[in-house]
C-alpha cells in the first residue's frame, strides 16, 4: 500500500462543519488528483494540481478546496457548501512526462459521512 | 465535452469463459486508455493500458484493442477467474498544451465470474 497514502480511512461530517481530506505520496510526482466515487458510479475530477501552489478545478469543484504547499501533499477540504458530501473519495497521482505520463496511482480512500 | 461511455454496466459469466467490455469516446484527440479495476472497498489500480499508436496490447489473459477510426476500446478477458470479479473502468486522456494527464472515465462494469 506505499506510495500515496489517504487519512483518515473513514470521516463523519456534521451539519456546517468543513472536513480535510489529507493526501500524501512518496512517488515524486508531480500531479495529484482529487476524485469522488458514489455508488455504481464511475470517478469525477473534484480537482487537480501539476505542480506546486497551482490547481485547477475539475467537473464537480463547487463545496470542496484544495491546497498544493507542498509537492508531496495534497490535502482537501470538504467545506459546507457541499450539500451531500457522502461519498468515497480518492486521491491520485502520476508524472507529466516520459513513457509512465498519466498513468495515475490510486490511494485507499477515504469514506465520508455526513452524521 | 469530453465524454467516455461504458457497456455493459453489469456482466455475469460463467467461470472459464470470456468477457468484453467496451467503450466509446468522444474526442477524437485522445491517445491514451487505461483499464482500472476496482475490488469492493478498495483503491483503482491499472490493469493494462494502450496509447493511441498501437492497436492491441495482451498481457497474459487481458487484451485491449483500440480502434481510433471509430473511437472505441475494449477489454477482453480470456479464461475468467472467481478472483476476477470487481468493477473495471475505462478511461481516456486527451492531450493538452501542458498535458494535464486528466483522466475522463466511463461509468464502470461489475464484473461477476460464477464459479
Redesign the interface.
Known sequence: DGGITQSPKYLFRKEGQNVTLSCEQNLNHD?M?WYRQDP??????IY?S?IVNDF?K?DIAEGYSVSREKKESFPLTVTSAQKNPTAFY?CAS?I??GLA?????????TRLSVL | GENVE?HPSTLSVQEGDSAVIKCTYSDSASN?F?WYKQELG?????II?IRSNVGEKKDQRIAVTLNKTAKHFSLHITETQPEDSAVY?CAA?RPKP??????I????TTLQVKP
Do not use: C, E, H, M
Open positions: 500531479a488528483y455504481g458510479q464511475g470517478l469525477r475530477l487537480y501539476q485547477q475539475g480518492l502520476s507529466v512526462r505520463k498519466n498513468i495515475q496511482y490510486f490511494g485507499a480512500g | 461504458q491514451y487505461p478498495k483503491r483503482p489500480q491499472l493500458d473502468f486522456v501542458g498535458n494535464t494527464g486528466k483522466l472515465f466511463g461509468q464502470g
